[in-house]
């Protein structure tokens, strides 16, 4: 079974970096496509950008200039940063990964349960 | 960006009787070399991630109860319960992954009445 676990700081300063991890167990990171979402207090889902697990990233252009991500296969986690946040960017934040066929990325088939991260002085 | 726009917003139907959630994106989702609709339902309950019941706008993900069912192609879709269960209140997303940014309708809310 698929198991994905978001980590870190649930607290973060306006104008820092945030920056939260997802641990993947059950499946290997190598050869998936491992996608980061929010979701904002009773909004809807916003997907912020993708990693394949040789580094190749793909990000919301609407987010582009805040994003990196990063994988470690060795660790089998990927990682989200999201620099100068403000308070817009308080959100639950999901990590998932995407079901693949013939090397394709498609729908998002298993999802971590959320961390919730507060951007508040 | 492709545009998913779900109605109605809400709504409420009585245990057994039948739930529509309508989506409808910017631009056709049907990719023609393969004949698929690049369309996901997702239901989600509260505090809890999103849980995909429908791909390729009508394939049921395993272990999904038979009373979900999608259709629709190009850019409208359906998302019909045939007969609305108390563990159905949730709130019901579509999502496109023909292109990147992948984009969600805004969500349905369905409640009992």
């Known amino acids: 079974q698929v198991q994905l676990q978001e980590s870190g700081p649930g607290l973060v300063k306006p104008s820092e970096t945030l920056s939260l991890t997802c641990t993947v167990s059950?499946?290997?990171?190598?050869?998936?496509?491992w996608s980061w979402l929010r979701q904002p207090a009773g909004k809807g889902l916003e997907w912020i950008g993708r990693?394949?697990?040789?580094?190749?990233?793909n990000y919301n252009p609407s987010l582009k200039s805040q994003v990196t991500l990063s994988v470690d296969t060795s660790k089998n986690q990927f990682s989200l940063k999201l620099s100068s946040v403000t308070a817009a960017d308080t959100a639950i934040y999901y990590c998932a990964r995407e079901a693949t066929s013939v090397g394709y990325p498609y729908y998002f088939d298993y999802w971590g349960q959320g961390s919730l991260v507060t951007v508040s002085s | 960006d492709i545009v998913m726009t779900q109605s109605p917003d809400s709504l409420a139907v009585s245990l057994g009787e039948k739930a529509t959630i309508n989506c409808k994106s910017s631009q056709s989702i049907l990719y023609s070399s393969n004949s698929k609709n690049y369309l996901a339902w997702y239901q989600q309950k509260p505090g809890q991630p999103p849980k995909v019941l429908i791909y390729?706008?009508?394939t049921r993900e395993s272990g999904v109860p038979d009373r979900f069912s999608g259709s629709g192609s190009g850019t409208d879709f359906t998302l019909t319960i045939s007969s609305l269960q108390a563990e159905d209140v949730a709130v019901y997303y579509c999502l496109q992954y023909y292109s990147t940014p992948r984009t969600f309708g805004q969500g349905t809310k369905v409640e009992i009445k």
């Open positions: 390729w706008a009508s």
């Open positions: 059950g499946d290997s990171i190598s050869n998936n496509y």
């Open positions: 990693i394949y697990s040789s580094g190749d990233t």
